[in-house]
């Protein structure tokens, strides 16, 4: 079974851009979640989808954005990019959705901002 | 609210040698807790799981045990090797997590085994 693949794996901005990032989660998997990880805030929860839903969202400023697709397959956006945006963003397929249930991450994206 | 706090890295160890590393969690209720490992250039992985109190949790010669009286969950193998070399993070999912995937990570903890 083939696992969660993000695109693209590397990504450069210039400050002020925008950019999407993809995620396709394991066959049959309906919950996807997204995470920021740098070296100085460690892996941070952005936001979760269930069946085309936001569920959960973190604590970032409304220049990230995400939705879900019918087939499960989800996209983030972020505006206006700061330096700041430079980071490994990282998505998470889970079967279901509960705390319980094992989330399986893709290889990330990373984004650098310049 | 809920936080994990684990041992600041990099542990260096040779090979053979016993590991630990601590992580301990705050969190109102009984949590979920787990043990991710991410390779270099690689996503995390599951290592292991432990869903309430003294569950343990173990794969690959890995070992953890959810103790509610010390809200612990220290990670542990007694012979690592150098394929082990990898960034450990220990995280929870929140108490009452039905309705979330949501994990909050500790900052994670480089290992480095020498031959």
């Known amino acids: 079974k083939a696992g969660v693949t993000q695109t693209p794996r590397y990504l450069i901005k210039t400050r002020g851009q925008q950019v999407t990032l993809s995620c396709s989660p394991i066959?049959?998997?309906?919950?996807v979640s997204w995470y920021q990880q740098t070296p100085g805030q460690g892996l941070q929860f952005l936001f979760e989808?269930?069946?085309?839903?936001?569920?959960n969202k973190g604590n970032f400023p409304g220049r990230f954005s995400g939705r879900q697709f019918s087939n499960s397959r989800s996209e983030m956006n972020v505006s206006t990019l700061e330096l700041g945006d430079s980071a490994l963003y990282l998505c998470?397929?889970?079967?279901?959705?509960?705390?319980?249930?094992?989330?399986?991450f893709g290889p990330g994206t990373r984004l650098t901002v310049l | 609210g809920n936080s994990v706090t684990q041992m600041e890295g990099p542990v260096t160890l040779s090979e053979e040698a016993f590991l630990t590393i601590n992580c301990t969690y705050t969190?109102?209720?009984?949590?979920?807790l787990f043990w991710y490992v991410q390779y270099p250039g690689e996503g995390l992985q599951l290592l292991l799981k432990?869903?309430?109190?003294?569950d343990k949790g173990s794969n690959k010669g890995f070992e953890a045990t959810y103790r509610k009286e010390t809200t612990s969950f220290h990670l542990e193998k007694g012979s690592v090797q150098v394929s082990d070399s990898a960034v450990y993070f220990c995280?929870?999912?929140?108490?009452?997590?039905?309705?979330?995937?949501?994990?909050?990570f500790g900052t994670g903890t480089l290992l480095a085994v020498q031959p």
């Open positions: 998470a397929s889970s079967l279901l959705q509960g705390g319980y249930n094992e989330q399986f």
């Open positions: 066959s049959g998997h309906r919950s």
């Open positions: 989808y269930f069946s085309e839903t936001q569920r």
């Open positions: 969190a109102t209720g009984y949590p979920s």
């Open positions: 432990a869903t309430k109190a003294d």
């Open positions: 995280a929870l999912s929140p108490p009452g997590g039905g309705a979330t995937n949501k994990l909050i």
